[in-house]
């Protein structure tokens, strides 16, 4: 006689399930009972005998199908190899098998269980299988290694097109070198017998080509930005927004502007990234604000979000989203300078410290950028 698991010895398939008038429960009556795990009993040439609910709920079939039904039957044809090893093991040892069984519902429904079978009675071959199902953990397994292989192919994707933007920025540098150079050389040997027309054209393809120049160095930082390192340090906000107004008001020369920034603002941030978000959000507040006598600009917290205020010429809410899309300007280059990728720089350096920044705005009422940095200030 094989020799029966340990837990099972002295026990028949019977004494399994069920227990005559005053024996105690059955070893497997509780669990039969629970509905949590599907319990089936087969013979060695795979009839199935009892089951309870649960495995009938799993099988997609009522307790009038069973007895017509036989355990390899219901075994999907990519689990058959791992059943019929298992029961050798089985047989040979005497020990649980276990594996993963698959099958299909008679409504088309992919099960995926773990099965765990036993010999119950040796004398007469009785097995028993207890069948859990695990199809939501599979599906999850499946959808996590989707979510992986997506993400290796953004991951991917994204080097590809930042090496393609650095590249064409890059290679760009010497024809916009050589149109400038040759324009300029031009305008040089030829001065005396070119009209004012003349020279106004060639004027405004130098100017064409140091805007250009400069929209190449945007796109380099936006580059570079991506592949830089992010090095977070507790900042003092005030004492770095008041470094960038300094700056601004240089550049500018407009110091009738009034600036106020809150005091003793502190945040954890990287300090290059973070003053380069300032640079772009108070020189845009300062530059949409300059045709107001009143103008002003404030630096602030409202509960966790940092914002850059003005009350300037803002714009229609309906661009809030569209404005931080690269290249996306509002006014022409005539009324106001810049190459519209300062907010889309903004965004990006906020996304990297885990935060979220929005816009809230009016014409002719001024414009609020909030923004987070992944941490709380203090």
Same mark, same amino acid.
């Given at each position: 006689?094989?020799?029966?698991?340990?837990?099972?010895?002295g026990? /028949?398939?019977?004494?399994?399930?069920?227990?005559?008038?005053?024996?105690?429960a /059955?070893?497997?009556?509780?669990?039969s009972?629970?509905?949590?795990?599907?319990?089936?009993?087969?013979?060695?040439?795979?009839?199935?005998?009892?089951?309870n609910?649960?495995?009938?709920?799993?099988?997609?079939?009522?307790?009038t199908?069973?007895?017509?039904?036989?355990?390899?039957?219901?075994?999907?044809?990519?689990?058959?190899?791992?059943?019929?090893?298992?029961?050798?093991?089985?047989?040979?040892?005497?020990?649980?098998?276990?594996?993963e069984?698959?099958?299909?519902?008679?409504?088309?429904?992919?099960?995926?269980t773990?099965?765990?079978?036993?010999?119950?009675?040796?004398?007469?071959?009785?097995?028993?299988?207890?069948?859990?199902?695990?199809?939501?953990?599979?599906?999850?397994?499946r959808?996590?290694?989707?979510?992986?292989?997506l993400?290796?192919?953004l991951?991917?994707?994204?080097?590809?097109?930042e090496?393609f933007s650095?590249?064409?920025?890059?290679?760009?540098?010497?024809?916009?070198?050589?149109?400038d150079?040759f324009s300029?050389?031009?305008?040089?040997?030829h001065?005396?017998?070119?009209?004012?027309p003349?020279? /106004?054209?060639?004027?405004r393809?130098?100017?064409?080509?140091?805007?250009?120049?400069?929209?190449l160095?945007?796109?380099?930082?936006m580059?570079?930005?991506?592949r830089?390192?992010?090095?977070r340090?507790?900042?003092?906000?005030?004492?770095?927004?008041?470094?960038?107004?300094?700056?601004?008001?240089?550049?500018? /020369?407009?110091?009738?502007?009034?600036?106020d920034?809150?005091?003793?603002?502190r945040?954890?941030?990287?300090?290059?990234?973070l003053?380069?978000?300032?640079?772009?959000?108070?020189?845009?507040?300062?530059?949409?604000?300059?045709?107001r006598?009143?103008?002003?600009?404030?630096?602030?917290r409202?509960g966790?979000?940092?914002?850059?205020?003005?009350?300037g010429i803002?714009?229609?809410?309906?661009?809030?989203?569209?404005?931080f899309?690269?290249?996306?300007?509002?006014?022409?280059?005539?009324?106001?300078?810049?190459?519209?990728?300062?907010?889309?720089?903004?965004?990006?350096i906020?996304?990297?410290?885990?935060?979220?920044?929005?816009?809230?705005?009016?014409?002719?009422?001024?414009?609020?950028?909030?923004?987070?940095?992944g941490?709380e200030?203090?």
């Open positions: 006689m094989t020799t029966l698991p340990l837990a099972l010895k026990f /028949g398939a019977h004494a399994l399930f069920s227990a005559g008038p005053g024996e105690p /059955g070893l497997l009556h509780a669990l009972e629970s509905n949590l795990i599907g319990v089936v009993q087969w013979t060695a040439g795979g009839s199935l005998t009892s089951a609910a649960k495995f009938l709920e799993l099988a997609g079939i009522d307790e199908l069973l007895a017509s039904l036989q355990w390899e039957t219901l075994t999907a044809r990519e689990s058959r190899v791992a059943e019929a090893r298992a029961h050798d093991e089985l047989r040979e040892e005497g020990r649980c098998a276990t594996y069984k698959r099958w299909t519902r008679p409504d088309g429904t992919l099960v995926v773990h099965v765990t079978t036993v010999l119950a009675d040796a004398d007469t071959q009785q097995y028993v299988s207890f069948v859990c199902d695990v199809s939501a953990w599979h599906e999850l397994e959808q996590n290694s989707e979510v992986a292989r993400t290796r192919e991951a991917e994707l994204r080097e590809e097109t090496t650095y590249s064409v920025a890059h290679d760009l540098r010497a024809p916009l070198r050589a149109i150079g300029t050389q031009l305008e040089l040997d001065a005396a017998t070119l009209d004012e003349a020279r /106004g054209s060639i004027q393809i130098r100017t064409a080509v140091g805007r250009m120049a400069l929209l160095d945007d796109i380099l930082g580059v570079r930005l991506s830089s390192p992010l090095r340090q507790d900042l003092d906000f005030t004492v770095l927004a008041r470094a960038v107004v300094g700056d601004v008001r240089a550049r500018s /020369g407009d110091h009738a502007i009034r600036i920034i809150e005091k003793d603002l945040v954890s941030a990287d300090p290059q990234l003053r380069i978000t300032l640079e772009n959000l108070i020189g845009n507040a300062v530059k949409f604000s300059t045709k006598e009143d103008a002003h600009v404030i630096v602030g409202d966790a979000e940092l914002f850059v205020r003005d009350n803002g714009f229609d809410p309906a661009y809030a989203t569209a404005v899309a690269p290249f996306q300007r509002l006014n022409p280059v005539s009324q106001y300078d810049g190459h519209g990728l300062g907010l889309a720089i903004v965004q990006r906020v996304r990297r410290h885990g935060g979220t920044v929005r816009v809230e705005t009016e014409p002719g009422r001024g414009t609020t950028f909030f923004f987070t940095l941490s200030t203090s």
